[in-house]
Nanobody
Framework: QLQASGGGLVQPGGSLRLSCAASGSVFAARVMRWYRQVPGKQRELVATITNDRTTNYADSVRGRFTISRDNAENTVYLQMTSLKPEDTAAYYC???????????????WGQGTQVTVSS
């Protein structure tokens, strides 16, 4: 299970920090990602971080959002700055991880946390 938190209502130009923690035992989390989705639209990949901390961002958020991870806590973060109304969405975390050395890598999703950017 992944538990996401940190969403809320913020004014344009403001900042928020999202967190997503993996519960239970985690042997390795190769990739951790943040997605977002607006009702009626497809889920959009926002940011990715690998286990060697290589990052990648959607063009729409590059330079404003920063993804990071704490391997000891099995947690991924999304620092969002200079927020715009078009960033309003439900944000979901996703991780490709193994629970044990002999486990198959599986995809896990968080429950989503709502971010609303409005004055």
């Amino acid at each position: 299970q992944l538990q996401a938190s940190g969403g809320g209502l913020v004014q344009p130009g403001g900042s928020l920090r999202l967190s997503c923690a993996a519960s239970g035992s985690v042997f390795a989390a190769r990739v951790m990602r943040w997605y977002r989705q607006v009702p009626g639209k497809q889920r959009e990949l926002v940011a990715t971080i690998t286990n060697d901390r290589t990052t990648n961002y959607a063009d729409s958020v590059r330079g404003r959002f920063t993804i990071s991870r704490d391997n000891a806590e099995n947690t991924v973060y999304l620092q969002m700055t200079s927020l715009k109304p078009e960033d309003t969405a439900a944000y979901y975390c996703n991780s490709l991880l193994k629970r044990s050395p002999g486990d198959n890598e599986r995809s896990y999703w968080g429950q989503g946390t709502q971010v609303t950017v409005s004055s």
